[in-house]
């Protein structure tokens, strides 16, 4: 059984991101210890707050075109150089407005001065080149030469930190240095794609390849910007209605869950394009596989989000200085709309990989006009509040989104409810009951989940095993 798991390509593909990138995260984990040893809350806000606004313009300047790239270089690879570099100068085109319109923004509601924009441009820039690079592995199902350039560049970031003299240690310097790594690290992304013949095909022209780019990948864009009030809207709701203290809090709690975060966002990323190909060919064995697959990506993400909530209080108050413990508690909430987010995202990929991206685009429209008030209320109570203010908005759209869900792909998701009140469960008590016990307490009740989820994965995963 164990032989036939390991030799698939899905689980190989998702083993190489999945571990890569739990050993960086893990890297940047102790990486974020030295810096916030160093930092106050009001420095590490600022600092997190530049990546995280430049982020916002990578998002928006990948003008939703990364999972059609993806697609369509996993069903054919020929396509690879016209999509890689032909998306590179639509990208350019598309961040340079995307920039301009934040200056506005930037002017009207934001706080940050000319030399924190530049760090922000600068940082969406390289980002942009770098997530299009891996796309193209992506594509070509090739998982272990991006997770272990990133794994490399995480150990020389934190040898850059660790060596980093305290007095120098501030913001600008910190970005200068993260900048400089970053622009080195897509270079080598380029040279590896080269070395390993990856750049199939030839270049059309910009225009006809642009416009085709974009009529497929239209509805994801629209859908990227529904979605920017809950998806990157967070700093700035905090950075208008609470302070910069909140601020760092919040993307603390958001690295201190990066690692869970990782798991589950590459395991979609690994069967993305899988399920894409098997769309076309084999639309049989992908009823079943989505059908009799989902509750294990469920139950993966509810035993992971508990492990966390249970111990994140021990974890934190021994890595983390005093000055950042209400962090703490933002992280326990926000690891459970992770668990939310993370099922909303595998119904995405789904309905993604079989070409129903009008659909994901309507339950965006939804979801972002039922959340957003939710959201700005919420940030004016600082990072918890916002945490709480997702985990409620995002209960309550999923009765909408399995409806619709149910209703387009007309497939039955086996042991749904099983999973939804196991869920609730383990929210429940790991949140609200376990701790105020004891750690040996704490413990049993870990090796009791674990335990039973191993029966219920043994028991239920044998009959699956046909599946190549």
């Known amino acids: 059984m164990l032989r036939k798991i390991f030799q698939h390509k899905v689980f190989r593909n998702f083993s190489y991101l999945t571990i890569g990138s739990i050993v960086s995260q893990l890297i940047g984990l102790v990486t974020v210890l030295k810096i916030t040893s160093v930092l106050q809350p009001a420095q590490y806000g600022l600092y997190t707050f530049i990546i995280a606004q430049g982020t916002l313009i990578l998002t928006v300047g990948d003008l939703g075109i990364r999972n059609i790239v993806i697609r369509r270089i996993a069903r054919d690879p020929n396509n690879t150089k016209d999509l890689v570099f032909n998306g590179a100068l639509l990208r350019t085109i598309a961040m340079v407005a995307t920039s301009v319109l934040y200056i506005g923004y930037n002017q009207l509601f934001g706080k940050l001065e000319t030399s924190d924009l530049t760090l922000v441009f600068i940082f969406g820039f390289i980002s942009c080149y770098g997530k299009l690079f891996e796309t193209a592995f992506l594509g070509h199902q090739k998982m272990l030469p991006p997770s272990m350039i990133n794994l490399i560049f995480s150990v020389i970031w934190f040898g850059i930190v660790m060596l980093f003299p305290v007095n120098k240690m501030t913001v600008w310097n910190l970005m200068i240095a993260f900048l400089s790594l970053n622009l080195l690290k897509n270079g080598t992304f380029y040279v590896v794609i080269k070395r390993l013949n990856l750049l199939q095909g030839k270049i059309f022209g910009f225009f006809h390849s642009s416009v085709n780019l974009l009529k497929e990948s239209w509805p994801y864009f629209a859908l990227v910007l529904i979605m920017l009030p809950f998806t990157k809207f967070s700093n700035n709701f905090l950075d208008i209605n609470s302070t910069v203290e909140e601020v760092g809090y919040f993307n603390l709690a958001q690295r201190f869950t990066g690692p869970i975060s990782f798991v589950l966002d590459f395991a979609l990323v690994a069967i993305f394009p899988n399920l894409s ?192």
């Not at 000055?323 to 459970?336: D, E, G, H, K, R």
């Not at 949140?431 to 016990?437: E, G, L, S």
Request: aromatic share 22%; glycine share 6%; proline share 2%.
């Open 277 to 468: 190909a098997m769309w076309v060919s084999q639309k049989k064995q992908f009823k079943t596989i989505v059908g009799e697959g989902f509750k294990f990506y469920m139950l993966l993400g509810m035993v992971l989000c508990t492990l966390f909530t249970v111990f994140a209080d021990e974890i934190f108050i021994w890595l983390f200085p005093q000055n950042y413990y209400p962090a703490v508690t933002v992280c326990q909430l926000q690891i459970w709309y992770l668990f939310l987010t993370s099922i909303d995202s595998l119904i995405g990929t789904i309905l993604g990989s079989v070409n129903k991206e009008r659909k994901i685009l309507q339950l965006g429209i939804v979801n972002s006009l039922f959340s957003t008030p939710i959201l700005f209320y919420s940030s004016k109570f600082g990072a918890l509040g916002l945490a709480a203010g997702f985990v409620i908005s995002f209960t309550f759209f999923q009765f909408y989104l399995w409806y619709v869900f149910g209703k387009t792909l007309k497939v039955k998701i086996k042991d749904k409810q099983l999973m939804w009140l196991s869920a609730l469960v383990l929210f429940s008590i790991s949140y609200f009951i376990i701790p105020n016990y004891s750690i040996y307490i704490k413990f049993y009740f870990s090796a009791l989940v674990i335990i039973f989820t191993g029966f219920f994965v043994y028991k239920n995963f044998k009959k699956y095993l046909y599946i190549q």
